[in-house]
């Protein structure tokens, strides 16, 4: 890892481009091969992640957890606290917790790369433990509003000012309306974690593109969406509700190999995609100043609106500070 001559600030950190805001991620699960969701994850390997996110001119990242057993990701939460307190920089890199799971949909397809066993229906009681786990640091939630007990739960934390977003989900139009009606959001990387083969009309990407109350969040990488319908999906919404994440994992911003995603080992070959053992996407190995390139590319924007929708735009939509990395 290491940064562009014109790119190193005074800190020896690498700066954005003329001094704009750096990039925020909110669903990033590891980074220049390390996995968050391992229980053996160090603090020197999250230093090492973290340097090398900010020389792809990242400052600041939701970690995020994919489903596992409760009191798994509760004790994560935990060891990962522990590290942000021991350190200033794992402070400033980490300004929340996504948690994806466990709470989405355990059907094949809608599943993804989640582990479907350990999905359930939504729990206050449950999110709470975590909650207390995470010193309050969970920031965003993606859930399948199809269990029974979701509009209550996405109630409680909108409440709390956590973030709900709708994904791994085969909720009907129903299921949605009850959704936006109790705060959800976002729209987690829409268009995937669905099966291949769904009814042309009646189908959840269609249900969810559609409702201009939900920012649809989009993986630019031109795998997950082909370049042509990432073009229009974002077309299909209005004006600002798009936002755009890498959904990176262990292999990106490293080379092609074998990488984990939690229990499961994720292959990375030289065409870039990381696969889980069924042969799905299992993340992404995009690093976001690439992203930036790629929707400024794909979607025909100039360039400092691409930055913008990764830095100042999905910082807002998060309520996340945004500063220019300071530590040395
Ligand atoms: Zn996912």
């Not at 994919?66 to 794992?90: D, G, K, M, V, Y």
Request: aromatic content about 8%.
């Amino acid at each position: 890892m290491s940064c562009p001559e014109d790119s190193v600030g005074s800190a020896g950190l690498c700066a954005p481009p003329s001094n704009e805001p750096p990039l925020f991620d909110f669903q990033v699960n590891g980074f220049a091969g390390v996995d968050f969701q391992r229980p053996d994850v160090s603090a020197p390997a999250l230093e090492h992640a973290a340097a090398a996110l900010r020389a792809h001119q990242v400052g600041c990242i939701f970690v995020t957890f994919i489903t596992a057993p409760l009191e798994q990701l509760a004790q994560q939460l935990r060891r990962f606290e522990l590290f942000r307190e021991a350190s200033p920089s794992l402070s400033a890199m980490i300004a929340g917790y996504h948690l994806e799971g466990p709470w989405l949909s355990p059907q094949p397809g809608y599943c993804g790369a989640h582990p479907p066993a350990h999905m359930h229906a939504p729990s206050i009681v449950e999110f709470e433990t975590l909650q207390r786990a995470a010193r309050g640091r969970i920031r965003l939630v993606t859930l399948a509003p199809e269990w029974a007990g979701s509009s209550e739960f996405i109630t409680h934390l909108t409440a709390r000012q956590v973030a709900v977003s709708l994904g791994h989900t085969n909720a009907t139009e129903r299921d949605i309306d009850a959704a936006i009606a109790a705060g959800a959001r976002f729209c987690t990387h829409l268009g995937n974690a669905v099966p291949l083969v769904l009814p042309r009309h009646d189908n959840v990407v269609q249900q969810l593109l559609s409702r201009d109350e939900l920012i649809a969040c989009f993986i630019p990488d031109g795998l997950h969406l082909p370049r042509r319908v990432l073009q229009n999906f974002v077309r299909a919404k209005p004006p600002g509700r798009a936002l755009f994440t890498t959904d990176a994992m262990a292999g990106a911003g490293a080379p092609a190999g074998n990488y984990t995603l939690g229990d499961l080992t994720v292959n990375v070959g030289a065409d870039g995609i990381a696969r889980n053992p069924g042969g799905g996407f299992a993340g992404s190995t995009l690093p976001p100043d690439d992203g930036v390139r790629r929707v400024a590319e794909y979607l025909a924007l100039p360039p400092h609106e691409a930055r913008r929708l990764w830095s100042t735009t999905a910082a807002a939509a998060f309520g996340v500070t945004l500063s220019a990395p300071s530590i040395s």
